[in-house]
């Protein structure tokens, strides 16, 4: 009997754990980097972005709205990393700063 409470217990328990794990990991690849180039032209918005992206050369302000570190590069390749943006916060990027990644 006691067994059998222990092995219940240790089913529940893993069962818990890979519903939590699921979970986090779908909210994990929600959220959008949007760019601010200027007032005349839209904004650029980057759904649910991973990997690396190329900034629009006139850029002006990235802000992240994932839940996830953004990093800013100087290159479009992604090859040389600048400034990290924090989930919720925004960054001014230099004209032609070239990308970002997700």
Same mark, same amino acid.
Not at 43 to 59: E, F, R
Not at 80 to 97: C, E, L, Q
């Given at each position: 009997?006691?067994?059998?409470?222990? *092995?219940?217990? *240790?089913?529940? &328990?893993?069962?818990?754990?890979?519903?939590?794990? *699921?979970? $986090? #990991?779908? *909210? #994990?690849?929600?959220?959008? +980097?949007?760019? !601010? %180039? $200027?007032?005349? $032209? =839209?904004?650029?918005?980057?759904?649910? =972005?991973?990997?690396?992206?190329?900034? /629009?050369?006139?850029?002006?302000?990235?802000?992240? @709205? $994932?839940?996830?570190?953004?990093?800013?590069?100087?290159?479009? !390749?992604?090859?040389? /990393?600048? /400034?990290? +943006? @924090? =989930?919720?916060?925004?960054?001014?990027?230099?004209?032609?700063?070239? %990308? !970002? &990644?997700?």
């Amino acid at each position: 009997m006691r067994r059998t409470r222990i *092995a219940l217990l *240790a089913a529940a &328990s893993a069962l818990l754990a890979v519903c939590a794990t *699921a979970g $986090t #990991a779908g *909210a #994990a690849e929600e959220g959008d +980097v949007v760019v !601010f %180039s $200027t007032e005349l $032209t =839209p904004l650029t918005v980057y759904h649910d =972005p991973h990997g690396c992206h190329k900034l /629009p050369l006139d850029a002006h302000v990235l802000t992240n @709205r $994932t839940d996830r570190l953004v990093t800013v590069y100087g290159d479009p !390749f992604c090859l040389t /990393p600048g /400034p990290v +943006v @924090r =989930p919720g916060y925004g960054a001014h990027v230099a004209p032609g700063s070239g %990308s !970002f &990644s997700a």
